[in-house]
C-alpha cells in the first residue's frame, strides 16, 4: 500500500504566509513527479505547481512570484510555502505523485493525497 499524507493547512489573514506538506509511505520504489493542485468551492480541481525528481518546477500563472514548490526524495516529501496569500488562494489543496510501487510491474502509478484545507481571511 502506498498513502500520501498532507498537512499544514489553516486559516491565515490576506498577506500572510502557509507551509502545507506531503508524505507518501508505504511499498516505495520510486517517487518520479510530484505536484499540488487546488479546488475551491465550486470551481473544478487546478494544478498549482509540479516538480521533477530532478527538481525542475512549473507553476500556474495565478501564483508565479509567490510560491514555491520543493521536495525532499530522501524522505519522499514536497512541500509548497505560499506567500502574498490572498482569499483567491482559499480552497482546498491536493498533493499528487507519480510512484512505482515494490514488486508491481505497472510502473509508475498516479496517488493522491486526501486534501488539506487553505482558508485566506480579507
Known amino acids: 500500500q502506498v498513502q500520501l499524507v498532507e498537512s499544514g493547512g489553516g486559516l491565515v489573514q490576506a498577506g500572510g504566509s502557509l507551509r502545507v506538506s506531503c508524505a507518501a509511505s508505504?511499498?516505495?520504489?520510486?517517487?518520479?513527479?510530484m505536484a499540488w493542485y487546488r479546488q475551491a468551492p465550486g470551481k473544478q480541481r487546478e494544478l498549482v505547481a509540479t516538480i521533477t525528481r530532478g527538481g525542475t518546477t512549473t507553476y500556474a500563472d495565478s501564483v508565479k512570484g509567490r510560491f514555491t514548490i520543493s521536495r525532499d526524495n530522501a524522505k519522499n516529501t514536497v512541500s509548497l510555502q505560499m506567500n502574498s496569500l490572498t482569499p483567491d488562494d482559499t480552497a482546498v489543496y491536493y498533493c499528487?505523485?507519480?510512484?512505482?510501487?515494490?514488486?508491481?510491474?505497472?510502473?509508475?502509478?498516479?496517488?493522491w493525497g486526501q486534501g488539506t484545507q487553505v482558508t485566506v481571511a480579507s
Open positions: 508505504g511499498r516505495i520504489f520510486s517517487v518520479n513527479a
Open positions: 499528487k505523485a507519480d510512484i512505482w510501487r515494490i514488486g508491481s510491474s505497472k510502473g509508475y502509478e498516479n496517488y
